[in-house]
């Protein structure tokens, strides 16, 4: 009978199958594949040909199921090979994978018996053939259904990091602005002056923004503006002045010192401008009340470093890399979402640069960008 050949020979079954696994590219017979899988489904092939052999069909259906797989409950095998077909999915498996690791235990039957000379009946080979069905089917299932919901999660987890990048860029050009029009409105300063230009540019950054966010609509990979070499003196400048109305209705000071003016870097300007003004940001929203953020910038063998410190009193430990991660946030403060800076360390990134912090226990934090150098000529 072919149920007693299948339980005098499970051991040998289970090792062969586990030997195809073996064979395929990065595939391997883990203890978690097993135990919903072919052990489980063995015993279950088992119990259904004893529970025939003995005429109770009707017992047999409830633990395969009948042919087709049109059964009301839930078979036995159908629950254990979902959760099988779910286990593929976490191990990276593939579809036509899911259906092979069925399709090595029907193989490893056959050659065994045909090695043993261990004929069966037709009848025998129907059951077989119909629990395998029912297995594949619902093992295929289950991995398809959990494989969609998975991407959908992906999509819809991408999708919203994507748009929060984009709000967290428009609202900080949004408030430089504002901080800006306050500052003219409050104190009748004329719009052609050094807050006016701070309006005039947080407005083209909004633009630009929103003119690349339309563009990612149309195009998935949008290709990014050329680079240029600009100043470092005037990168700073520019930072500090969009910076200091922050400072200032804050009640901080915001201290810009003197960097050589042959110090240039190429790359993408408003990229690494929307870094350093994000970084600036945070400085002043966690420094505490009454302290001063320093912005300054120097050399060092061939490259530019970029330093925002703060007293914001130090990170609390394994935060320093922490906080580059999307939407993470510190501190109490939880007025932002947790994007500024990841998305900080992703345009410092694209130009060849890194993002790091250095924390200094029970005083603050330095945020250094770190920038291939390029030095300008006294000409330019």
């Not at 045909?114 to 004929?119: G, L, S």
């Not at 003004?277 to 400085?283: F, K, R, V």
Request: aromatic residues 4%.
């Amino acid at each position: 009978m072919l149920s007693h050949f299948l339980d005098e020979n499970r051991a040998e079954l289970i090792t062969r199958c586990a030997a195809k696994v073996a064979k395929r590219p990065a595939r391997h017979a883990f203890h978690e594949q097993l135990e919903n899988g072919i052990p489980m489904f063995l015993e279950q092939l088992i119990q259904t040909l004893d529970a025939e052999s003995d005429g109770d069909a009707s017992e047999g259906e409830r633990i395969s199921g009948p042919a087709g797989g049109d059964y009301k409950g839930e078979s036995e095998i159908r629950v254990t090979a979902m959760a099988h077909g779910k286990t593929l999915l976490l191990l990276d498996y593939t579809f036509d994978q899911v259906v092979h690791d069925y399709g090595d235990l029907c193989q490893a039957v056959t050659d065994l018996a045909v090695e043993r000379n261990a004929p069966f009946a037709i009848e025998e080979y129907r059951t077989l053939n119909r629990c395998l069905d029912n297995a594949i089917a619902a093992a295929v299932t289950e991995f398809s259904t959990q494989r969609d919901i998975s991407i959908r999660l992906r999509h819809t987890s991408e999708g919203n990091q994507r748009l929060g990048y984009l709000m967290h860029e428009l609202r900080n050009a949004l408030s430089s602005g504002m901080l800006a029009a306050e500052a003219i409105r409050s104190g009748n300063l004329s719009a052609s002056g050094a807050t006016g230009s701070v309006l005039q540019r947080s407005h083209a950054a909004m633009a630009r923004i929103i003119n690349r966010a339309l563009d990612e609509v149309k195009i998935e990979n949008v290709q990014l503006d050329p680079t240029s070499i600009f100043s470092i003196r005037e990168f700073i400048r520019e930072a500090h002045e969009a910076g200091q109305l922050d400072a200032e209705a804050r009640g901080l000071k915001l201290v810009a010192l003197e960097i050589d003016p042959v110090l240039a870097v190429e790359g993408h300007r408003e990229l690494l401008l929307g870094a350093l003004t994000s970084l600036i940001g945070n400085a002043l929203k966690f420094t505490l009340p009454n302290t001063t953020v320093t912005l300054q910038a120097h050399a060092v063998n061939e490259r530019v470093v970029i330093e925002v410190s703060d007293h914001c009193g130090g990170l609390r430990q394994g935060d320093a890399e922490r906080i580059f991660i999307p939407f993470s946030q510190r501190g109490d403060d939880r007025s932002g979402v947790g994007l500024g800076l990841s998305i900080a360390r992703e345009n410092v990134c694209a130009d060849g640069g890194t993002l790091t912090v250095i924390n200094l226990p029970c005083h603050g934090c330095v945020f250094t960008i770190h920038l291939p150098i390029r030095f300008r000529r006294s000409s330019e």
